[in-house]
């Protein structure tokens, strides 16, 4: 996950898809497909209603298209069902043409009549910014990541010019728009499939049985179990080579390296640090490292008294001893955090000076704080590991003990204690986590962790919010030319390195073990890459 807002998030009904909990028959599936191991907390099957986990990480690009996708090299946006695109001269106005080959799965539940056009898109996008949308408060009427962004006050209307041209007005320039649009939550809806829930007073299934255009669609769904995804036959960009894909999001048993060991998996997403070297070992294994646009980090609640002061926020950033963690949880495979950007990003600036480990100077801001005497905090550690952090709970310990040599005791809430005691995130004084972008524009990264509006998203779980930060933010979208991009995205991490709202940590590797028997993944510093084009070679 990428940060702490969906803890509570549920949906009522979504057990409709759920078989008994049966064990995953892997003997079976290997003969058409493989099983994918590493995720689990499955919220819902629409990207749209989420700003992070499983759905929007791993079966977004599966079972949904977007207009555009991201080159994974360039991080560019390119061509995708959307073949291609003009932009009027004030940077307001986006025309897409789209293809007229693309058709949506054929399910259980739905029957599609005709291939996807542009009153899809019309569709997809309204609910999102339009609130008499009949589907806007279906599902919650949230949609955080969108919300982190400004989508709603950005986006004015999309209009079908025609049944395969589509215009977006926007209300002001935004340069990461079209990268925007690339991600894993801008998918497209079938509006025909949702006009008929409406009619049949079934709104809900729109998210719960979700039907696209990707390579894969939803075939069953157990709770806490799996999710089988069978292949799409008319599939836009060619044949699938695999008949199934099989999530196992079951936490029972032993863990995800013995289940890929035992072969009860073909492939691990984001192994941690610890296992890679068994893996590397391992004769049928195949290992591989993807750069990642991510950063593991520690949101301050800057609603709480003691950490509304400045000085205390700058002592335990100065308190933490970065490279020890490196060294005890990332075994070598990651970089220090002297900002959210990691080194990757075209605006990064390594910051020495501030993000530095200097206990005496830490402890003089405490005095002069007046919390010599000490002070108790709490944080919240989350179970599951990540790319842009390998192991929590060691990386949390590491914390508390740099706190406790400055005086702080600091108390840690692990994520199941959290969810039943502290329902809300606010009753924790730090939150342990971190961000995977969904683009490779600063933005991305900036705004939804740290904008007025993510805040009130639930995304901004530091509870702050700067207008200067905002306007910096602002600025830098309505140019195109990156000189003055970069230095309004460095006066943005000038303010973060004053203000500290967050303390960054460490930037990980995005590992991946699959069996050598397949073949054909694609690779992005971002999330899953669709899986049409993997196959088994024995």
Same mark, same amino acid.
């Given at each position: 996950?990428?940060?702490?807002?969906?803890?509570?998030?549920?949906?009522?009904?979504?057990?409709?898809?759920?078989?008994?909990?049966?064990?995953?028959?892997?003997?079976?599936?290997?003969?058409?497909?493989?099983?994918?191991?590493?995720?689990?907390?499955?919220?819902?099957?629409?990207?749209?209603?989420?700003?992070?986990?499983?759905?929007?990480?791993?079966?977004?690009?599966?079972?949904?298209?977007?207009?555009?996708?991201?080159?994974?090299?360039?991080?560019?946006?390119?061509?995708?069902?959307?073949?291609?695109?003009?932009?009027?001269?004030?940077?307001?106005?986006?025309?897409?043409?789209?293809?007229?080959?693309?058709?949506?799965?054929?399910?259980?539940?739905?029957?599609?009549?005709?291939?996807?056009?542009?009153?899809?898109?019309?569709?997809?996008?309204?609910?999102?910014?339009?609130?008499?949308?009949?589907?806007?408060?279906?599902?919650?009427?949230?949609?955080?990541?969108?919300?982190?962004?400004?989508?709603?006050?950005?986006?004015?209307?999309?209009?079908?010019?025609?049944?395969?041209?589509?215009?977006?007005?926007?209300?002001?320039?935004?340069?990461?728009?079209?990268?925007?649009?690339?991600?894993?939550?801008?998918?497209?809806?079938?509006?025909?499939?949702?006009?008929?829930?409406?009619?049949?007073?079934?709104?809900?299934?729109?998210?719960?049985?979700?039907?696209?255009?990707?390579?894969?669609?939803?075939?069953?769904?157990?709770?806490?179990?799996?999710?089988?995804?069978?292949?799409?036959?008319?599939?836009?960009?060619?044949?699938?080579?695999?008949? !199934?894909?099989?999530? /196992?999001?079951?936490?029972? @048993? $032993? %863990? *995800? =390296? &013995?289940?890929? +060991?035992?072969?009860?998996?073909?492939?691990?997403?984001?192994?941690?640090?610890?296992?890679?070297?068994?893996?590397?070992?391992?004769?049928?294994?195949?290992?591989?490292?993807?750069?990642?646009?991510?950063?593991?980090?520690?949101?301050?609640?800057?609603?709480?008294?003691?950490?509304?002061?400045?000085?205390?926020?700058?002592?335990?950033?100065?308190?933490?001893?970065? !490279?020890?963690?490196? /060294?005890?949880?990332?075994? @070598? $495979? %990651? *970089? =220090? &955090?002297?900002? +959210?950007?990691?080194?990757?990003?075209?605006?990064?600036?390594?910051?020495?000076?501030?993000?530095?480990?200097?206990?005496?100077?830490?402890?003089?801001?405490?005095?002069?704080?007046?919390?010599?005497?000490?002070?108790?905090?709490?944080?919240?550690?989350?179970?599951?590991?990540?790319?842009?952090?390998?192991?929590?709970?060691?990386?949390?310990?590491?914390?508390?003990?740099?706190?406790?040599?400055?005086?702080?005791?600091?108390?840690?809430?692990?994520?199941?204690?959290?969810?039943?005691?502290?329902?809300?995130?606010?009753?924790?004084?730090?939150?342990?986590?971190?961000?995977?972008?969904?683009?490779?524009?600063?933005?991305?990264?900036?705004?939804?962790?740290?904008?007025?509006?993510?805040?009130?998203?639930?995304?901004?779980?530091?509870?702050?919010?700067?207008?200067?930060?905002?306007?910096?933010?602002?600025?830098?979208?309505?140019?195109?030319?990156?000189?003055?991009?970069?230095?309004?995205?460095?006066?943005?991490?000038?303010?973060?390195?004053?203000?500290?709202?967050?303390?960054?940590?460490?930037?990980?590797?995005?590992?991946?073990?699959?069996?050598?028997?397949?073949?054909?993944?694609?690779?992005?510093?971002?999330?899953?890459?669709?899986?049409?084009?993997?196959?088994?070679?024995?």
């Amino acid at each position: 996950m990428k940060t702490l807002i969906q803890l509570a998030f549920g949906l009522i009904g979504i057990g409709l898809l759920t078989g008994c909990g049966n064990e995953v028959d892997h003997t079976e599936i290997r003969k058409s497909g493989f099983v994918f191991c590493g995720q689990s907390n499955l919220k819902t099957f629409n990207p749209q209603l989420i700003d992070s986990g499983i759905t929007a990480d791993a079966l977004s690009p599966q079972i949904y298209d977007t207009l555009l996708t991201l080159d994974p090299t360039t991080h560019q946006p390119i061509a995708s069902i959307a073949q291609d695109w003009q932009v009027n001269k004030s940077g307001t106005e986006y025309i897409f043409n789209l293809r007229t080959d693309v058709a949506f799965q054929n399910t259980a539940w739905f029957t599609p009549t005709r291939n996807l056009n542009a009153q899809d898109v019309v569709f997809s996008f309204r609910r999102i910014i339009d609130p008499t949308h009949p589907y806007h408060l279906v599902g919650g009427g949230s949609y955080p990541w969108f919300t982190g962004i400004d989508l709603a006050n950005l986006l004015t209307d999309v209009v079908a010019l025609s049944d395969h041209q589509v215009k977006f007005i926007l209300s002001r320039p935004n340069f990461a728009f079209l990268s925007n649009l690339a991600t894993s939550h801008a998918v497209i809806l079938s509006a025909e499939y949702g006009h008929q829930l409406a009619q049949q007073d079934s709104k809900e299934k729109l998210d719960l049985y979700p039907v696209g255009s990707g390579p894969f669609a939803l075939e069953e769904y157990q709770i806490n179990d799996l999710v089988r995804l069978r292949r799409h036959e008319h599939y836009w960009r060619g044949p699938v080579k695999m008949e !199934q894909v099989v999530f /196992d999001i079951s936490q029972r @048993g $032993t %863990g *995800t =390296l &013995a289940k890929l +060991l035992r072969n009860e998996c073909d492939v691990l997403s984001s192994p941690i640090s610890s296992q890679i070297p068994v893996i590397e070992k391992h004769p049928s294994m195949v290992l591989t490292a993807t750069p990642a646009m991510n950063v593991a980090f520690i949101a301050i609640n800057t609603s709480h008294q003691a950490l509304q002061d400045v000085r205390v926020r700058q002592a335990l950033n100065l308190a933490i001893n970065r !490279q020890n963690i490196l /060294d005890s949880v990332y075994y @070598g $495979t %990651g *970089t =220090l &955090a002297y900002t +959210l950007l990691p080194p990757s990003s075209w605006a990064y600036q390594k910051d020495s000076v501030k993000i530095r480990f200097d206990r005496n100077y830490a402890l003089a801001l405490l005095r002069e704080a007046g919390y010599e005497s000490g002070l108790t905090l709490s944080m919240w550690v989350p179970s599951e590991p990540s790319a842009y952090n390998p192991s929590p709970r060691k990386t949390a310990e590491l914390i508390q003990a740099n706190l406790a040599d400055i005086g702080i005791q600091l108390n840690l809430l692990y994520e199941e204690r959290f969810e039943r005691v502290l329902p809300d995130e606010t009753a924790a004084d730090l939150i342990l986590t971190g961000w995977v972008a969904d683009t490779g524009d600063p933005d991305n990264f900036l705004r939804p962790l740290l904008s007025c509006n993510s805040e009130l998203a639930g995304i901004n779980v530091a509870m702050w919010c700067n207008s200067d930060f905002d306007f910096l933010l602002d600025l830098a979208l309505e140019t195109e030319k990156n000189r003055y991009r970069l230095n309004l995205y460095r006066q943005a991490q000038n303010i973060l390195n004053e203000e500290f709202p967050v303390i960054p940590l460490a930037h990980g590797v995005q590992f991946r073990a699959h069996d050598k028997s397949l073949v054909g993944f694609k690779s992005s510093p971002f999330n899953s890459q669709p899986f049409d084009s993997v196959e088994r070679t024995y």
